[in-house]
């Protein structure tokens, strides 16, 4: 009975300590962990709109997007920044912001969460890819195999489905701008 109670003792105070060391550590590495995923962001943002000299958040009431920006320049707002994921990736997620100038033209998409095949969908964070969304002005994108309405976005060889997620990503963020920050169909 001794021997239980020894051992007892021991394992409690064995996880006490790796309890307040665990505890210490997390608080100590909190801010520097926040301020790098805020510096990533911001970089992003910055990849996504290169014109813009500050980001400013903007509060949303709608889970279909992650987050929002203002995309400032001088003070004024040139355009915005908006992050949207979609959950239908090979791999999982797809995570995308997406730079959308006030009069609706693409000024670029980051990847910021992708786990894709390598050397398939993976390619999805090369130029040749996500540079086809940059520049177009459109309501809407479509994998050119598939049909559809809107801007054709030509698939990765071999990572139709990875294609599909990045633009339904892409399609959501624009959705959110027309229907929520105001932007206008030019015609």
């Excluded at 943002?45 to 958040?57: D, Y």
Aim: charged share 25%; with cysteine; glycine share 12%.
């Amino acid at each position: 009975m001794n021997k239980i109670l020894k051992n007892t003792m021991i394992l409690t105070a064995i996880t006490l300590i790796a309890g307040v060391a665990l505890g210490f550590v997390y608080e100590i590495t909190k801010e520097p962990i926040a301020n790098a995923q805020l510096e990533a962001k911001q970089e992003a943002c910055r990849q996504v709109f290169p014109e813009a000299e500050e980001f400013g958040v903007i509060e949303i009431e709608t889970d279909k997007i992650d987050e929002a920006y203002g995309a400032l320049k001088s003070g004024e707002e040139i355009g915005y920044v908006v992050t949207a994921t979609c959950k239908e990736g090979y791999g999982g997620d797809i995570q995308v912001s997406v730079g959308i100038s006030k009069d609706g033209e693409v000024t670029g998409i980051a990847l910021l969460s992708i786990s894709e095949t390598a050397g398939l969908g993976m390619r999805a964070t090369e130029p040749e890819f996500y540079n086809q969304y940059a520049g177009k002005q459109t309501t809407q994108f479509y994998v050119s195999k598939d049909g559809g309405e809107g801007e054709p976005i030509e698939a990765i060889s071999g990572a139709t489905i990875t294609s599909r997620a990045v633009t339904k990503a892409v399609n959501t963020a624009l959705e959110f701008y027309y229907d929520e920050l105001g932007g206008r169909v030019n015609e």
